[in-house]
């Protein structure tokens, strides 16, 4: 499921994922961070929220009882699913692991067998509501705080995961099935176990909040049915509001990663002496075959036999439920890129420290983690670790490390240097940190990185250090780190000073990216990130990432060109309409749907219908979700069809009354319209049910100032500006329009306190420079210059001014 925070609406990047729920290594419960739910803002006026949301669909469901009779054919068997079961009659080692798995108990239904929780007429108490945990007629039920917010009992249909806490599941009666958000903590006892729980404990979460169990938000249907069952179709039906959502296995099987299986049993069941060499398998992981690793002369470091592959068909595969991802297309394939089929989140401030590291309250998965790490570049696939069939770790304790990396160096005092402690560290407690989600569920950050506490000071990312020694300072520990391994610090990860100065708004933050978009050692994820969070495009760098090898690279170079002149962006992006991976050509054809048919040159248009049909058709599959219409919407806009553009936002606002891009939307529609009365109420509308929304607070101050009702546009501009400090833009305006009402030291004063947010601001401190000018107050002047200069040292007008100011 997708963790994002209420904060995050507020955010003016244009926001293109939604991840659904992965099932992780153990299986996830479904769950979004308090600080952590899905909004996006559009400021000022234009419209510039495009959000590309996935669903969670697989391939078409096909309910399939296995042949048992030789299948002899000479033509392609049809493509469909066979069950588990199908393999495990050739397949017994393998299945016999997998029966063991959490993968295999990723979802069940509510059984004696599968419910681990106390429903025994257990209690539980949360934001005022007491709910009851008991069974009837052989049915798990609950009783708790339903839709209206008024008890009711619900039976429990499914079980979802199972290790350190399961959730329950409950079907309403037009398809919808919700994950509550009261769970069991599978642990035991005398590790604070076998209780019931509440996944938001600091947070008092009832019916009318967007994180209550029976929201958008906890809705199993999208958010996670994907990743926690086999060969999952949806089934929503647009017209009615309702779900069919089907699967042919109710846990990860077989087919999960390795896909349909019946062209594999056809083969099978043929007599040896006629099987073709194809085996039927959509794809061989085969990437380990024949590979060994061994220790470098001198060094003991590891080197692997053979060089890596250009695609890890293993990480892609697994990437698909354990990555921070949105959902394209349901003709997902194992072993092909995944942003062929998904839309995969980059490094960005939400969700990652500058260093790559998840954040504690976003989490990320593995495979954004461990894409930046060396063990990646070096070659490392997931099945070197895991057994991919159990799903548990080849080896205990440090064994999987030492595979590779010899013992005789790496498990000594010499190495470790904690000779001293009562429990001895392993290799993940300094190179794989723990974060704990979910409240119990602790999980490693997968970027297998040095421990640096020197970063910590530079830039206030967490380090491993500190996790242990809270009561030190980061400088204590890099200290200790210096002493022990000298000066000079060493990491695959060095990009973390770069994006801290992007996030941080340093005036050197476009070198800095810069440096790491173009550098070839570093991890394309990463490339792709500084290419999308560059303060200003470079036309070279995005020229190079949309040639880049990797789709991430290709699609990081598209986002930086986001809000480029139209008639600039054809020669640029329009090559991409035809790229071999899908999340690629919907890029494009989302940025280039401003240009009109009639300006397109003939031999792109035809590339650019197919790209674009496929972006429509991602959207379509979520029409579930008022973050798919809203995008549709922009797209729509984008096309100058204002039509169908209003059914999109209007079905977002039926889905979602609180969700605040597409009533901004909406609302900037009606402006180009004429229709700003019509704007008005949308956006009152909204606010009388997100009466803390900035965004809904800024769009209406500007609708009131195109209908010049300037002392309530003012009203309105504050209370957003107020509501959210950290969006600039928010101040900006503000003090604009304080200005244009002769406020001048009013408007000085709110970009004074909004620079002390954003001291690099360039739209701020030009603000702040006219207003003192026009003041008279030179020296105010000249001090906002001279920090411009910093930005624009090659402005011959700002230089000439400074001059002037000066004399």
Known sequence: MARGSRKNRKSDKVRKAITPEPVQSPPQPLHVPRRATRRWIITASAVVAAIVVAAAIVVGLQWFEPSKTPVQTSAPAELAFVGSESCAGCHDAEASLWRTSQHRRAMDHATAQSVRGDFNDATFDHAGTRSRFFRKDNKFLVETDGPDGKLATFE????????????????????????????????????????WFHLYPDSAITSSDSLHWTKLSQNWNFMCAECHSTNVHKGYDAEKNRFATTFSEISVGCEACHGAGSRHVAWAHTKPAAREADNGLLVRFDERTGITWSASAGTLAPARSAPAPALRKEVETCGRCHARRGQLSEDWIPGRPLSD?????????????????MRDDEETYNYAPFKQSRMYAKGVTCSDCHDPHSATLKAPGDGVCSQCHAPAKYETVAHRHHAGVSSPLGCPACHMPERRYMVV?????????????????????????????RDRPAAWAADQIEGWFGPERRGHQTYAAAFHAAWSEAADAQAQLAAIAESTDV?????????????????????????????????GALDRLEGAPADQLWPLAS??????????????????AA????????????????AAAEFVAAHKL?????????????????????????????????LDPSFAAAAVNLSDLYRQLGRDSDGEKILRDSLSTSARDASLHHALGLTLVRQKRSEEALDELRQAASLDPGQMRYAYVYAIGLNGTGRRDDALSVLNQSLRRHPNDLEL????????????DIAAALGYAERLALFRPDDPGLAKLIRELKR
């Open 156 to 195: 429990v249909k499914y079980t979802f995961g199972i290790d350190p806490l399961q959730q329950y599941l409950v079907e309403f009666p037009d398809g919808r099935v919700q994950a509550l958000s009261i769970a069991w903590d599978t642990r035991p006892k005398e590790q604070g176990g076998q209780r």
């Open 341 to 357: 089929t998904h839309h995969v989140s980059l490094l960005d401030r939400q969700r990652f420290h500058a260093d790559g590291q």
């Open 441 to 469: 569920d602790r999980r490693h950050d997968h970027g297998l990185r040095v421990p640096r506490p020197d970063l910590s000071v530079q830039t206030g990312v967490p380090n491993a250090c500190n996790d242990c020694h």
């Open 523 to 555: 991890p394309g994820l990463v490339r792709a990130s500084a290419l999308a969070e560059l303060p200003a495009p470079i036309l070279n760098l995005i020229t190079q990432g949309l040639s880049d090898s990797d789709p991430l690279v290709r699609l």
């Open 575 to 592: 090559p991409q309409l035809d790229d071999p991976v899908r999340g690629v050509r919907i890029r494009a054809a989302e940025l280039l």
């Open 595 to 610: 240009v009109p048919p009639a300006r397109q040159p003939a031999a792109d248009r035809d590339k650019f219908t197919r």
């Open 622 to 654: 979520n029409a579930d979700r008022p973050d798919s219409r809203t995008a549709l919407g922009n797209f729509f806009v984008r096309q100058a069809n204002s039509g169908a553009a209003e059914v999109e936002y209007r079905a977002a606002l039926r």
């Open 765 to 776: 401190l030009s603000a702040a420079l006219n207003f003192s000018r026009e003041k008279g």
